[in-house]
């Protein structure tokens, strides 16, 4: 095990405020394991100073890896992108902004060394966070985990140690609408929890708009769940008995007492209505249909720009197992 190698993925886009601070913890951290280690910042489009900074400290560092795509592909894509790149025989993903704390690495890889092949960190407390965000958050991964065919740990970024077994199983997984924290369950293998306390931002301002946030929440469920087809379908039914319902009251009153036809403004509400029912059905059918023509053309995840490897990835390889080593060549197919 003491041969064994780590690797650490670590995203970035516009992140010129916190790099240095998250590197020296960082490099701190890595420094007292008994592994090799190599850190590899996934430039996903930054354009701020920050692929400049990486680069500086590359000069200084030679365990950073360079992985810069060639646009902002979004951080799901960045993420694979370093799983692609990553030459470890365990690999940990961690955002930048120092709000998932490097210090559980070491814990992790004791999990790991222990027989787990992925080890999770799991928020307790979510400190610098808005009420709205920590609501929304809290409903969203309840509402994941009822309606989705596989168990997602709530409460459960992004952060976490995964075995090369099971990271090899999720590179095979290639669709265009990536929901990682679904992917990192579906691929199953052993998996642990370790509760943390997640801390504020260090430095700068989130991604994470409400409006992006909302997105993410539709991508995770369509992706793991057709419930909300079924929904449609239901509420379908519903309106239609209930059209049939009211049709056979109406008709009873105009026999029994020759209650007169009448209700345009019932009528109005009553179109209106399905109107929309059916809007919303056809926009829920139009959320998986858009993700079926993303899939068919079949185009790669990410182009890189350019890709700098790290001292470890080229001492591997050479060695003699190069499935291992990092593959210059790939654009993220």
Same mark, same amino acid.
């Given at each position: 095990?003491?041969? %064994?190698?780590?690797?650490?993925?670590?995203?970035?886009?516009? !992140?010129?405020?916190?790099?240095?601070?998250f590197h020296k913890r960082l490099s701190a951290v890595l420094e007292k394991l008994n592994h090799?280690?190599?850190?590899?910042?996934?430039?996903?489009?930054?354009?701020? /100073?920050?692929?400049?900074?990486?680069?500086?400290?590359?000069?200084?560092? #030679?365990?950073?890896?360079? $992985?810069? =795509?060639?646009?902002?592909?979004?951080?799901?894509?960045?993420?694979?992108?370093?799983?692609?790149?990553? %030459?470890?025989?365990?690999?940990?993903?961690?955002?930048?902004?120092?709000?998932?704390?490097?210090?559980?690495?070491?814990?992790?890889?004791?999990?790991?060394?222990?027989?787990?092949?992925?080890?999770?960190?799991?928020?307790?407390?979510?400190?610098?966070?808005?009420?709205?965000?920590?609501?929304?958050?809290?409903?969203? *991964?309840?509402?994941?985990?009822?309606?989705?065919?596989?168990?997602? #740990?709530?409460?459960?970024?992004? +952060?976490?140690?995964?075995?090369?077994?099971?990271?090899?199983?999720?590179?095979?997984?290639?669709?265009?609408?990536?929901?990682?924290? @679904?992917?990192?369950?579906?691929?199953?293998?052993?998996?642990?929890?370790?509760?943390?306390?997640?801390?504020?931002?260090?430095?700068?301002?989130?991604?994470?708009? *409400?409006?992006?946030?909302?997105?993410?929440? =539709? !991508? @995770?469920?369509?992706?793991?769940?057709?419930?909300?087809?079924?929904?449609?379908?239901?509420?379908?039914?519903?309106?239609s008995l209930g059209a049939f319902l009211y049709a056979a009251v109406i008709v009873l009153k105009?026999?029994?007492? @020759?209650?007169?036809?009448?209700? +345009?403004?019932?009528?109005?509400?009553?179109?209106?209505?399905?109107?929309?029912?059916?809007?919303?059905? =056809?926009?829920?059918? /139009?959320?998986?249909?858009?993700?079926?023509?993303?899939?068919t053309k079949q185009r790669p995840l990410y182009l890189l720009r350019a890709l700098e490897p790290?001292?470890?990835?080229?001492?591997?390889?050479?060695?003699?197992? #190069?499935? $291992? %080593?990092?593959?210059?060549?790939?654009?993220?197919?």
């Amino acid at each position: 095990m003491e041969s %064994c190698v780590i690797s650490v993925i670590v995203p970035v886009y516009n !992140e010129q405020e916190v790099v240095p601070e998250f590197h020296k913890r960082l490099s701190a951290v890595l420094e007292k394991l008994n592994h090799k280690t190599e850190i590899l910042y996934v430039n996903d489009g930054s354009s701020d /100073g920050t692929l400049e900074i990486i680069n500086r400290l590359r000069t200084n560092d #030679p365990r950073i890896a360079i $992985v810069d =795509l060639s646009r902002n592909f979004g951080k799901e894509i960045a993420m694979a992108a370093g799983f692609d790149n990553a %030459c470890g025989d365990a690999i940990v993903v961690i955002d930048a902004d120092l709000q998932d704390p490097p210090e559980l690495i070491a814990e992790m890889i004791r999990h790991w060394r222990s027989g787990y092949d992925v080890v999770y960190a799991q928020r307790t407390a979510r400190d610098g966070e808005s009420w709205l965000k920590k609501a929304s958050a809290t409903a969203f *991964y309840r509402v994941i985990q009822r309606v989705s065919r596989v168990q997602i #740990p709530p409460d459960t970024g992004d +952060y976490r140690l995964m075995s090369r077994r099971a990271v090899d199983a999720l590179n095979r997984l290639r669709e265009q609408h990536r929901f990682m924290k @679904g992917l990192f369950a579906w691929i199953g293998f052993s998996q642990k929890a370790i509760p943390y306390k997640r801390d504020p931002r260090f430095a700068g301002v989130t991604k994470w708009g *409400y409006w992006k946030l909302w997105n993410f929440a =539709l !991508e @995770g469920i369509t992706s793991f769940s057709i419930v909300p087809l079924k929904v449609a379908t239901y509420l379908g039914l519903l309106v239609s008995l209930g059209a049939f319902l009211y049709a056979a009251v109406i008709v009873l009153k105009t026999i029994l007492y @020759g209650d007169p036809v009448r209700g +345009y403004p019932t009528l109005i509400v009553v179109v209106l209505f399905l109107g929309g029912a059916q809007l919303a059905a =056809l926009g829920i059918i /139009g959320e998986y249909l858009g993700r079926m023509f993303d899939e068919t053309k079949q185009r790669p995840l990410y182009l890189l720009r350019a890709l700098e490897p790290s001292s470890v990835a080229k001492d591997r390889m050479h060695e003699e197992h #190069p499935t $291992v %080593c990092m593959d210059r060549d790939r654009v993220g197919s």
